[in-house]
């Protein structure tokens, strides 16, 4: 398998992959073929502006991006798909993946997946945009594995670009590893594309997940990237980063991504609330005592010194 023939995906993470950390990211690392936007929903008659404008062309500057979208029913996909055909988008991704309680409850995301038959609503409504590629993003099923079963005929019989797979249940949440057993049951029935995607943090589990499964089209990375952002350059140029190169990059990247967000927050209260969570995934293996001062500074001034200090003793 050669390196250039796998793409390389970076998974949506609502709160964290928005689009300055996906323009930045791009920037500052590479390694990823194509970004995908945690997902645009339809609710109470509207689209928030802050999931518009995070797809907006004017505020994205990676090459490839698949804006998400979030949909129970034909109704939702119709009005989310106006707003990504008026952004020229020529892609858009099916979230069956999502599962937070409040998306799945409105058979949102996962809470799709025991019901065939408004999945089938789904895959119908997308017939009326010829122009679009349509990618779907999924789980094995809301809380039994076997849910896909009744799913992937539908898939199968729909015009798709790709599918994307993360081998556990919704209602797992994170519990449990990812099932590759039922990943492999999968990709031997799937007639479109496959990317795997789930818990991947190094290049010898990407190496292994290639070996175990030749004809995947790619990997989507989630939160590996996030504890990792180098993690998709270092397997395309298969080249190991130093702990000291890492915490460059890093640095370089927090500071970017903090010159532009800073403006945008007012306050204390508002930059940490945006900038502490990173780093409850940026560099697992750093020292405990730095992650420590960094998540327990109670101001801008100490949380950036907190950072310089940790990213110095990297
Ligand atoms: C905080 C958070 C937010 C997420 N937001 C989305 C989302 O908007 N759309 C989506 O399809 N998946 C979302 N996911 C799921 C991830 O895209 C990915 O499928 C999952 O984390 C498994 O991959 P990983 O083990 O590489 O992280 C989210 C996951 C997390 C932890």
């Given at each position: 398998m050669v390196q250039g023939d796998i793409k390389i995906f970076a998974a949506p993470l609502q709160g964290f992959t928005e689009a300055v950390w996906r323009n930045i990211h791009c920037e500052v690392f590479g390694g990823i073929d194509c970004y995908v936007t945690p997902f645009l929903r339809y609710e109470h008659g509207c689209i928030r502006n802050k999931d518009i404008r995070d797809i907006e062309r004017k505020n994205n500057t990676v090459p490839h991006l698949i804006p998400q979208i979030i949909a129970a029913n034909p109704e939702e996909l119709a009005s989310l798909m106006e707003l990504i055909a008026s952004e020229g988008y020529t892609e858009a991704d099916i979230n069956m993946g999502c599962s937070f309680a409040l998306q799945v409850r409105k058979y949102h995301g996962a809470g799709l997946l025991p019901h065939p038959d408004k999945v089938a609503a789904i895959m119908n409504a997308t017939r009326q945009y010829p122009d679009i590629k349509f990618s779907v993003k999924m789980r094995l099923?809301?809380?039994?594995?076997?849910?896909w079963h009744n799913i992937l005929p539908i898939l199968n019989e729909t015009k798709l670009s790709h599918i994307t797979l993360h081998p556990r249940l919704g209602s797992e949440q994170y519990l449990n590893a990812a099932d590759i057993q039922e990943f492999a049951h999968f990709y031997e029935k799937c007639k479109h594309p496959l990317v795997y995607n789930g818990d991947i943090t190094t290049i010898k589990q990407i190496e292994d997940i290639l070996h175990q499964f030749p004809n995947l089209h790619g990997l989507m990375l989630g939160r590996g990237l996030l504890a990792d952002p180098t993690l998709g350059i270092a397997y395309k140029q298969q080249h190991t980063f130093t702990n000291r190169e890492k915490a460059a990059l890093i640095a370089t990247f927090h500071n970017k991504l903090y010159q532009t967000l800073s403006p945008r927050l007012q306050g204390n209260t508002q930059q940490l609330n945006k900038l502490k969570p990173y780093w409850e995934y940026l560099l697992p293996d750093m020292d405990k005592r730095s992650r420590k001062a960094i998540k327990k500074s109670t101001t801008v001034e100490k949380y950036l010194a907190a950072v310089n200090n940790a990213l110095s003793n990297y």
């Open positions: 099923g809301w809380e039994d594995k076997h849910e």
